[in-house]
């Protein structure tokens, strides 16, 4: 993967690229801008770029500016200290936003989310695994694509269908994870959370932690909690706290308000 960093901040800059290395060694990272206008001028001559990570507020200006005069058909991971640009990143080939300070664990979400998008449309034959990817056509390709309906769970000597419809939640505990019906029934199954946020359909279901995905409707009410997250009160009597986590609150706010092309944007996807 080949990766052009744009950033005024030198502190900044150097954390990703290390944080780059550590998610993967054999990343290359091109170089750096950290200006508007360097920014133009590198990109007016180079092209062969898998991935941009670009902060929005430059010392000449925000980066936005540089849409247009560059025609860049490469995705863009966005950071910010700010939220308001959020929209406006989705539209110049966001494919996350990330607030300062950026963290490993949020960044590596985003290049995951990065290489399954890649994977997935290499695999479905709209491009070569190696070429740029075209962000419309992925997300047209998404907003068709069928999701799971039904897990084959094992209770006991039998082996049962459970509808994605009867599913409340799915959590991680330990090595496993589990299935909680309407019923309030736990079932575990052979999938982890990260396979299963790319399974299920993004306008009912929401990864707000590591921990949990939520289904839309087993939410009965959402309080303020503290350091700025939101906590999630279960329809069903369930015996654990649900917080989502502080850097999906903005991405949680925008699914449950029915954006859920936005939720798949700004979290995680």
Known sequence: MKVFIIEDEIP???????????????????????????????????????????????????????????KIDIPVIFTTAYNEYAIEAFKANGIDYLLKPVTFDALSESLHKFKNL??????????????????????????????????????????????????HLFYAEGRNAYIVTEEGKRLIIDYKLETLEEMLDPKKFFRVNRSYIIEINAIKDVLVYSNSRLK?????????????????VNAFKTWFDGEWFGHWLISHW
């Open 12 to 70: 900044a800059a150097e954390k990703i690229q290390r944080y780059l290395k550590r998610y993967d060694e054999n990343i290359e990272i091109l170089g750096q801008a950290m200006s508007v206008k360097q920014a133009i001028s590198w990109l007016d001559e180079n092209h062969d770029v898998d991935l941009l990570l670009m902060d929005i507020q430059l010392t000449d200006g925000l980066s936005f500016d540089i849409f247009k005069s560059v």
């Open 118 to 167: 890649k994977n997935r449309l290499s695999e479905q034959g709209k491009v070569e695994t190696e070429s740029v990817i075209d962000l419309q056509a992925a997300l047209q390709m998404l907003s068709k694509r069928e999701y799971k309906t039904r897990f084959m769970v094992k209770i006991g000597e039998h082996i049962r269908s459970v509808t994605t419809d009867t599913i």
């Open 232 to 248: 999630i009160i279960l329809h069903l009597n369930f015996d654990r706290e649900i917080i989502v986590s502080r850097e999906k």
